[in-house]
């Protein structure tokens, strides 16, 4: 029963467009949502991350997106850079919770 | 400044080995966690530990048990090793009890149990 839900295995997106990576879950009690960015042999590393009375938030090229009443959110990537090819995971938690659910994560490719 | 470091990076065992992966944090961080990534799973939490002194089952902990040794420290063993347990296991830490707080994670340790 996976409660974080991302479809699309991968993406591929040319140099300077926009990179929209999807993010789907089923529980409501889900109150914080964050972005992980992964190279290969490395750790993840936080992106970005939204709470949940918010429906946007901004840091330079990415922008997250929560949308509570589809319980989808979206990370905008504009514009793509070839530095921006990594694994994105998408993280949920609830309030006072320490289980991060994490999604399976979706391989984005920018074509230089 | 280290952040979060696993060893070994790299472990083969054999079935019904046992060995102990060590994970150290220099962020005075409270919380630390155990994490297994497989592919086409996503990160799937093993254990976690709020902190200092405490520790708590997360989604897989079957097969596994961790010692938070001083804040500092979070390790995981692995009793006997089964096939199942061949991943990339992650190490992670957090400031603590905030809801949000975003995890700093060390490199990994990728393990084949054969």
């Known amino acids: 029963d996976q409660q974080v839900k991302q479809n699309s295995p991968s993406l591929s997106v040319q140099e300077g467009r926009i990179s929209i990576l999807n993010c789907d879950y089923t529980?409501?009690?889900?109150?914080?949502f964050l972005w992980y960015k992964k190279y290969p042999a490395e750790g993840p590393t936080f992106l970005i991350s939204?709470?949940?009375?918010?429906d946007k938030n901004e840091d330079g090229r990415f922008t997250v997106f929560l949308n509570k009443s589809a319980k989808h959110l979206s990370l905008h990537i504009v514009p793509s850079q070839p530095g921006d090819s990594a694994v994105y995971f998408c993280a949920a938690r609830g309030y006072g919770g320490f289980k991060t659910i994490f999604g399976a994560g979706t391989r984005l490719f920018v074509k230089a | 400044n280290a952040g979060v470091t696993q060893t070994p990076k790299f472990q083969v065992l054999k079935t019904g080995q046992s060995m102990t992966l060590q994970c150290a944090q220099d962020m005075n961080h409270n919380s630390m966690y155990w994490y297994r990534q497989d592919p086409g799973m996503g990160l799937r939490l093993i254990y976690y530990s709020a902190s200092e002194g405490t520790t708590d089952k997360g989604e897989v902990p079957n097969g596994y048990n961790v010692s938070r040794l001083n804040k500092r420290e979070f390790s995981l063993r692995l009793e006997s090793a089964a096939p199942s347990q061949t991943s990339v296991y992650f190490c992670a830490s957090s400031e603590g009890e905030q809801v949000g707080t975003e995890a700093f994670f060390g490199q990994g340790t990728r393990l084949t149990v054969v």
């Open positions: 529980n409501s009690m889900f109150d914080y």
């Open positions: 939204i709470s949940s009375i918010k």
